[in-house]
């Protein structure tokens, strides 16, 4: 008899145990506003909720990543502009040292070309972060140096390999920046340094039939910029793409997630209410039974 009663007794408090637990599962949700506080509170799901945070997360750090690139590409797209800027305004230099309607201080004009020269040895060697974004693998290096004994005006001081390989958040290739000898054609007949120094020697020289002839090729070195120019545009394009692309993944896992793991505070607080009112009730019960019940036994 009093081996049943004992029984009886360990049942009703297991079950006490139980849906105390229940009520403190449910009242953690809710002060922790999430669902999944501990493994065991739905291992099926589990799994999902870490394979979901795991693309989380690399597509955050692929999108960091995008963005320093992307700094570079809008740095590299601006710089390449201006240069065209100079590229122009030697072409007027030009166009005014090829003149022979009225003297011409060709020694003054060679004085600003070699200046434009300058100017563009400062945009091959163009810095963000601390990377030279035309040295290529070698960002570490500036690309050029003026030097005026060189047919071109200018030194390569860097060696010039691919740089490095970006990724966008799907784990894609984007095309790498150019490096500076791409960009502006140093060893080209249509290079930028060339045509810039064969226009100041031709003004040193003061002909005008040379400085003609600079000037035309000056106006083919700006058309090649340009299409250097159309590279950056199509990247920043392709970078535009590829961050909406992951800011909508994003979404759709931070949505899922929060599905997964977030607690549903209106069932939760159900949750509480009820557990509290079933175990007040099942104590109730608990304490009219018979006297033959445990109570009378602890006693």
């Known amino acids: 008899m009093t081996s049943g009663i004992n029984a009886n007794g360990q049942r009703f408090l297991l079950d006490m145990k139980r849906m105390q637990q229940r009520g403190d599962r449910a009242q953690a949700q809710i002060s922790s506003t999430k ?4 493994a065991s509170d739905d291992p099926v799901q589990l799994g999902t909720m870490l394979e979901l945070k795991a693309q989380l997360a690399k597509s955050v750090q692929g999108r960091a990543n995008l963005g320093r690139f992307q700094s570079e590409v809008d740095t590299a797209e601006t710089s390449l502009q201006q240069a065209i800027t100079y590229l122009d305004k030697a072409v007027t230099l030009g166009s005014q040292g090829a003149s022979s309607a009225a003297p011409v201080d060709r020694a003054a004009l060679a004085l600003q070309v070699k200046g434009l020269l300058s100017q563009m040895v400062g945009v091959a060697n163009t810095r963000v972060e601390g ?40 784990g894609n290739a984007l095309p790498t920046g150019l490096t500076a000898d791409t960009v502006f054609n140093a060893s080209g ?20 039939t040379d400085t003609q002839a600079a000037t035309v090729a000056l106006s083919s070195a700006s058309t090649y910029l340009n299409q250097q120019l159309a590279h950056y545009g199509n990247l920043q394009t392709q970078i535009a793409s590829a961050t909406a692309a992951a800011n909508k993944s994003e979404l759709a896992w931070k949505t899922a997630l929060s599905g997964i793991e977030d607690t549903d505070m209106a069932s939760a607080a ?4 009820q557990n509290k009112t079933a175990r007040e009730a099942a104590y109730a019960a608990e304490s009219s039974r018979p006297r033959t019940s445990l109570f009378d036994y602890l006693k």
């Open 189 to 208: 007949s249509d290079g930028v340094f060339k045509a810039l120094n064969d226009l100041r020697l031709a003004l040193e020289s003061d002909s005008a």
């Open 131 to 170: 990377r030279y974004i035309f040295s290529g693998g070698m960002d570490q290096k500036a690309a050029y140096s003026v030097n005026l004994s060189s047919p071109n005006g200018v030194d390569a001081t860097s060696q010039f390999i691919p740089g490095r390989v970006v990724q966008d958040p799907a």
């Open 270 to 273: 159900v949750e509480v209410t």
């Open 35 to 38: 669902r999944l506080v501990t």
